[in-house]
């Protein structure tokens, strides 16, 4: 198939550089412009991205010149943009990009809660793309935007999507989630290294919303949330990537740990494409696993790990730990796969 070309929107942040990473030698991807702010405009991206990805910048990345947000023009040959931008710039640039005409896949958190802007996980929901019909008809658009959604929910709502089918009905989740989650300069070493911090500005909200609108069934033109409970605490911790998730689920009826373990096993793959990993639950038999150390980076980081599942006090309770990559599968590389199905359903 024909390369498509896309562009990076906020392509020096931390989100912006794992983008540049992943889409480095993808198959169906050609990274075509890099945007930044007007302070880094006209200058070749490795003279102003402070890189701190445990990977090479990539070559062709390194001596593009950064163009800046504020000047993307409708003829530019692009079909599609990523966008990690900051998210006072995003509410502005995010919406002009898509009434030019492009593409948006956005892992910001700015437009997920509106109504016709599809929040996507593939392997959950992508029934919801069809708003995007109904986003351009309404807003006058040629493009339109999609979302996905905050790190913390995809690793989440992905383990929980399975567990649906056994009438779930109520969720509590305590996570512990890494620095990487914060930025690049988001956290001084002073205040995480030896502790634990047990607040998340707006984290607990995303994780308690988000998964309503993900889980709901597409109306219609409207999506109609799920009727789950969830109530999370969120908390960071001293680890560089992974995000792990300790969840408390209820059903109406009796579910054996058994159960629980069948339908994690038993979720399908029915995604195919470059970064779809084959196996996107993954179960792990050991007493101490998950951990961030040693499954982060399984399916090249798109697979999340549940373990330690066990019976609760009620016959209608089980426990289980999850963990994901929170900057590949709960950011860059959840946007890039909600970009390959609208390849594969025609949008791009």
């Known amino acids: 198939m024909r390369r498509i070309k896309v562009g990076v929107l906020g392509a020096t942040g931390s989100v912006g550089q794992r983008f540049v990473q992943l889409l480095d030698g993808h198959p169906w991807f050609e990274l075509g412009a890099l945007y930044a702010s007007e302070r880094s405009a006209g200058k070749k991206y490795r003279e102003v991205a402070k890189w701190f990805l445990p990977y090479e910048m990539p070559e062709a990345a390194a001596e593009t010149v950064v163009k800046s947000v504020d000047d993307i023009s409708e003829t530019e040959d692009i079909a599609l943009m990523?966008?990690?931008?900051?998210?006072?710039?995003?509410?502005?640039?995010?919406?002009?990009?898509?009434?030019?005409?492009?593409?948006?896949?956005?892992n910001v958190a700015v437009h997920r809660m509106e109504k016709d802007v599809p929040l996507v996980i593939p392997e959950v929901n992508r029934d919801h793309l069809a708003l995007i019909e109904e986003q351009r008809s309404r807003r006058g658009w040629d493009g339109f935007i999609i979302t996905n959604p905050n790190c913390s929910t995809i690793v989440m709502v992905l383990s929980l999507k399975p567990l649906m089918s056994l009438k779930l009905n109520e969720v509590r989740v305590s996570t512990m989630q890494a620095v990487s989650g914060a930025g690049y300069a988001g956290l001084p070493s002073m205040a995480i290294l030896d502790n634990v911090l047990p607040f998340i500005a707006t984290e607990e909200g995303k994780m308690e919303s988000e998964p309503l609108k993900i889980l709901g069934t597409l109306e219609g033109s409207e999506i109609k949330d799920a009727t789950?409970?969830?109530?999370a605490s969120c908390h960071r911790v001293p680890v560089i990537d992974g995000h792990t998730e300790a969840i408390w689920v209820k059903f109406?009826?009796?579910?054996?740990?058994?159960?629980?373990?069948?339908?994690?096993?038993?979720?399908?793959?029915?995604?195919?494409?470059?970064?779809?990993?084959?196996?996107?639950?993954?179960?792990?038999?050991?007493?101490?696993?998950?951990q961030p150390k040693l499954d982060?980076?399984?399916?090249?980081?798109?697979?999340?790990?549940?373990?330690?599942?066990?019976?609760?006090?009620?016959?209608?309770?089980?426990?289980?730990?999850?963990?994901?990559?929170?900057?590949?599968?709960?950011?860059?590389?959840?946007?890039?796969?909600?970009?390959?199905?609208?390849v594969e359903k025609g949008y791009i």
């Open 228 to 231: 789950v409970n969830i109530c």
């Open 296 to 342: 982060r980076d399984a399916g090249r980081g798109m697979s999340i790990s549940v373990g330690r599942i066990r019976s609760g006090r009620m016959k209608n309770e089980v426990k289980y730990i999850v963990q994901g990559h929170n900057t590949v599968r709960g950011a860059a590389g959840a946007s890039i796969l909600n970009a390959e199905v609208l």
């Open 252 to 290: 109406e009826d009796s579910v054996t740990e058994a159960e629980v373990k069948n339908a994690f096993n038993n979720f399908p793959r029915e995604i195919d494409t470059p970064f779809s990993p084959e196996k996107p639950i993954i179960v792990r038999e050991e007493q101490d696993r998950p």
């Open 82 to 106: 990523f966008s990690a931008l900051p998210r006072p710039t995003a509410i502005k640039v995010e919406k002009s990009c898509a009434q030019a005409g492009y593409a948006v896949s956005s």
